[in-house]
Every structure is written in structure tokens, then in C-alpha cells.
């Protein structure tokens, strides 16, 4: 068994609120290998970004803690890059110069670019740029960091379909030529599947914690044709499905 990279410990957020102190996490327990690439899943409001944010050091902890190397975090590194749902991009400066102000070379930032595939579109600035293409910027920002971690809180969530699964085999593509360690928020049940070697089924909140750890044990590559025949494709799909609408009164998609 490889040594985890990185441990969530017993963690927990309490928001204070107007009306009072709002406990959205509370114990969250979780592990990561090297290499492994995992979603956080669950419904709406039950704390999956707050997780990743505190994993990423953007959001301060009330308890527990997250351990790397056998060291707690405090705070943001380079060691964890980021990509939130909206690209976030200066809008005033080049898809180039926004790589390269993360990175601080500019011959790697357009490395990166070249390698997600948009190195063409160096010189534009984000707001000529088609969403997809602002996503590719950022996800070539937070590679730019050679990062151990990718954090990606849901990277597709803005996307048209299309969009979306060229994306995700992009990621899947970079994931696979140069492994690190991936936690990817979604609440795409099929996402998950395609994308993960396991998946983290959060409660909801108040009080959310880890409901079911389930393994993907599907051969990779994977290809979404070979997926949508797959019998244990369908049994983990329907394996989460239940655990969501159990812990939910809402319809989950
Ligand atoms: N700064 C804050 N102050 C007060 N409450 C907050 C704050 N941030 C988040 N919350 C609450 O904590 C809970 C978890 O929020 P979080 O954004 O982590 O959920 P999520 O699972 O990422 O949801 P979504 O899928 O909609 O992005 C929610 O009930 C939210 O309203
Ligand atoms: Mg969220």
C-alpha cells in the first residue's frame, strides 16, 4: 500500500452567521495516495467547496486539520493549484501573462497553454476568448505550478456538453501522462464515474461528513462508449444514486 500523500483529519467548519453559529462540516475524515485521483460528491450546500477550500488553505479551519507529508497546512502553497468553476482570469493581461503571473516564466506558461491546447490564443486577452477556451487558460495556470495537488472545484460546471467531455478528457489526458494527486468537486454522478479511481459521498449539511467512500475500479483508459455498456458502471451510477436520495429530500439528477 502506497503511503497517503495527504490526510483530512476530523475536520470542521462552523460559519458564524446572523443567526447563529452554522456547523457545515463536522469531522470529515478522508485520505489520499499518490496519484490518485478522487471526487468529493454531494448534493448542493453540503460543503464540498468548503472542504476543497480549506484542503487548498483559502478558507481557515475550526477544528482538525488537513496533513501533508505528515505536516499540517496552514495556509495556501504552490504544492496545491486550484481551478474554480469560472476561469478567473485579469481580464487587462494576455492569456499568456496570466499563466506566466502564476507561474513566473514565461516560456513555461506557454508550455502549458501549448499543452492544453489553446498556445494559439496566447496573445488574446480572456474576454475575446470562448468560455472553454478562459477554462483551458486556467486549467494550463494551475499546471503551470507543477503542482503535487489539483484541486478543481467544479471545472466543468459552466460549460456546454460538448464543452464539458473535451475537457474532461483533456484532464483526464494530462492526469494520465504525469500523475498527481486529484481532488475534483462535481455533483455529475457520470463525471465522477468517467473521471475518478474513487469517489467521496459527502451527507448534507448541517454537519456533513463523508457518507460512502466508493472505489472505481474501471480499466483506464476509459472511453465514454465503453462506459455507457459497462455493467459496473451502472451498479456504482445506481450505488450513488441511492445513497443521494437517502440523504436528500430533493431530485438528483
Ligand atoms: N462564508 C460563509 N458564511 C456562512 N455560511 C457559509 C459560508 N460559506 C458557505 N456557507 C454555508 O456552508 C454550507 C456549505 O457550503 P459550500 O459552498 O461548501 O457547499 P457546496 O457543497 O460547495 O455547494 P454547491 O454544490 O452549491 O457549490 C452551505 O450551507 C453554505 O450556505
Ligand atoms: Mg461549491
Excluded at 496570466?98 to 491546447?117: D, F, H, I, P, S
Aim: aromatic share 8%.
Amino acid at each position: 500500500m502506497p503511503q497517503n500523500v495527504m490526510q483530512i483529519s476530523s475536520l470542521t467548519k462552523v460559519f458564524d452567521t446572523p443567526t447563529g453559529p452554522y456547523v457545515a462540516v463536522k469531522d470529515f475524515q478522508a485520505e489520499f495516495q499518490p496519484g490518485e485521483f478522487v471526487a468529493l460528491l454531494g448534493h448542493s450546500g453540503c460543503g464540498k467547496s468548503t472542504v476543497l477550500s480549506i484542503v487548498a488553505g483559502l478558507q481557515e479551519r475550526t477544528e482538525g486539520g488537513v496533513i501533508v507529508d505528515g505536516k499540517e497546512i496552514d495556509g495556501p502553497g504552490l504544492d496545491r493549484a486550484f481551478v474554480f468553476q469560472s476561469p478567473c482570469l485579469l481580464p487587462w493581461m494576455t492569456a499568456l501573462a496570466n499563466v506566466t503571473l502564476a507561474c513566473r516564466e514565461e516560456r513555461r506558461a506557454l508550455k502549458y497553454l501549448e499543452l492544453v491546447g489553446v498556445g494559439e490564443y496566447a496573445a488574446q486577452y480572456p474576454p475575446e476568448l470562448s468560455q472553454g477556451t478562459q477554462q483551458r487558460v486556467a486549467i494550463a495556470r494551475a499546471l503551470s505550478l507543477e503542482p503535487r495537488f489539483l484541486l478543481l472545484d467544479e471545472p466543468f460546471g459552466a460549460l456546454d456538453s460538448i464543452t464539458r467531455c473535451e475537457l474532461q478528457d483533456l484532464v483526464l489526458d494530462l492526469w494520465e501522462t504525469e500523475p498527481k494527486t486529484v481532488l475534483m468537486v462535481t455533483h455529475d454522478v457520470d463525471e465522477a464515474i468517467y473521471m475518478c479511481d474513487r469517489i467521496i459521498l459527502m451527507t448534507d449539511g448541517p454537519e456533513s461528513r463523508v457518507g460512502l467512500n466508493i472505489p472505481v475500479n474501471l480499466p483506464r483508459p476509459r472511453s465514454r462508449r465503453w462506459a455507457m455498456e459497462n455493467p459496473e458502471y451502472f451498479r456504482i451510477r445506481k450505488e450513488i444514486i441511492g445513497f443521494l436520495e437517502h440523504h436528500s429530500k430533493q431530485f438528483v439528477h
